[in-house]
């Protein structure tokens, strides 16, 4: 599998960050790419707003969703990108999409809300309740996560033990003392613990990192972005895969059970 990295600042105008997608979309079809990832909610951004994800929230049969379908049917590939749709109670979902010739072939509600380090994603954003879908790319199986989820081996690991190859991560990743470590480590460290591939993309700009990258699964960065806008490419091989996976059999060796996702009451009990 060819996979293309597309990274850029998020604006303000959900317009201009459409004619961005399809431009990345595509470029990376130019490139030869079976598969394209993009950040983290990219509709809109806006540091000095944190309400905007809400403002701008749009169903998935909305305009920005229903263009780019539009522009995936002119395209031999997948691409994977975040956004934010309309909640209940004033809120909004964090959801990962994946387009592929005019339709959704896969969704995911995000899971963990990044309430850490002074930020309260929670505030305007509803939890996902349900373990992300997995589905085919090139012939390799394709698992989702978002930015934040990366800090919680259990969803790789599931992931993972469901039949991953590639977990798939965009991100906007908050800039931070240690915090430009803490993404290569984790990132690193997921596609490690799985013998998978991990293929993160972060947003760049004034408030977050960039620095998107691929990690093969013995732990080898095989691509990676700087600090601003880019497309990078990398090859992702089945065989390195099996090779890991026959050399370091973790997910076989492992002592503990499959991870599961745990109830509301139990997600809120705290330790004594």
């Keep these: 599998m060819k996979v293309a990295l ?10 201009a960050n459409l ?5 990345l979309m595509q470029q990376a079809q130019a490139g030869g790419a079976d598969l394209l990832v993009l950040p983290e909610a990219v509709m809109a951004q806006d540091s ?4 905007l994800s809400v403002k701008v929230a749009q169903p998935l049969d909305g305009p920005f969703v229903s263009a780019l379908l539009t522009a995936s049917r002119a395209f031999a590939m997948t691409t994977i990108l975040g956004l934010h749709v ?20 896969a969704r995911y509600h995000k899971l963990h809300l990044y309430d850490a380090f ?29 930015c934040y989820d990366i800090r919680f081996p259990e969803l790789a690991g599931r992931l993972a033990l ?17 915090k430009e470590r803490h993404w290569e480590v984790l990132v690193t460290a997921r596609a490690l613990d799985n013998t998978c591939y991990l293929v993160a993309v972060g947003e760049c700009g004034p408030r977050n990192i960039g620095q998107s990258l691929v990690v093969d699964p ?55």
């Excluded at 469901?162 to 240690?178: E, H, I, K, Q």
């Design 118 to 146: 002074a930020m309260q994603e929670s505030r305007n954003i509803q939890a996902g309740d349900t373990v992300p879908p997995l589905f085919a790319v090139a012939g390799m199986t394709v698992g989702l996560m978002t």
């Design 86 to 105: 309309p909640a209940p109670a004033g809120k909004a979902s964090n959801v990962v999409i994946a387009l592929r010739d005019g339709a959704i072939v």
């Design 6 to 15: 597309g990274q850029f600042s998020v604006a303000r105008e959900w317009q």
């Design 19 to 23: 004619r961005t997608c399809i431009d």
């Design 48 to 51: 000095t707003d944190p309400t």
């Design 218 to 272: 013995l732990g080898v960065a095989i691509a990676k972005a700087a600090e601003t806008p880019a497309l990078i490419f990398a090859h992702l091989d089945p065989a390195r895969v099996q090779q890991a996976r026959q050399a370091l059999p973790v997910l076989a060796n492992r002592r503990f059970a499959r991870p599961e996702l745990a109830p509301p009451a139990a997600r809120d009990l705290k330790p004594q």
């Design 162 to 178: 469901d039949g991953a190859d590639v977990l798939v991560l965009p991100s906007a990743w908050v800039r931070g003392p240690l």
